[in-house]
């Protein structure tokens, strides 16, 4: 069974930062796109941004300033690295491979 697992989040202040990380098993990993998404209760899980495996990146619009992804290939980890935190930050984000492989999330709180 393929794995995906987050870590990184945490508790912050706002104005803060984070970077989160990303492992899966190789073959996963370095043959597949990665992005990352989140999601607050209640509410549809939103897309943040996506990396191939040869490094180009998209981004949602609202995001791209303060959030940064990123991927070591050879370490089959990926990350988002994440700054200027705001309490609006705050939710589950979760890891994505190849579309249909997910994480089990970890939880960012961003305090005020």
């Known amino acids: 069974q393929v794995q995906v697992v987050e870590s990184g989040g945490g508790l912050v202040q706002a104005g803060g930062s984070l970077r989160l990380s990303c492992v899966a098993s190789?073959?996963?990993?370095?043959?597949?796109?990665m992005a990352w998404y989140r999601q607050v209760p209640g509410h549809q899980r939103e897309w943040i941004a996506s990396i191939t495996t040869g490094g180009m990146t998209r981004y949602s619009d609202s995001l791209k300033d303060r959030f940064t992804i990123s991927r070591d290939n050879s370490a089959n980890t990926g990350y988002l690295e994440m700054n200027s935190l705001k309490p609006e930050d705050t939710a589950v984000y979760y890891c994505n491979l190849r579309g249909d492989l997910w994480g089990q999330g970890t939880q960012v709180t961003v305090s005020t």
């Open positions: 190789r073959t996963i990993f370095r043959r597949n796109i």
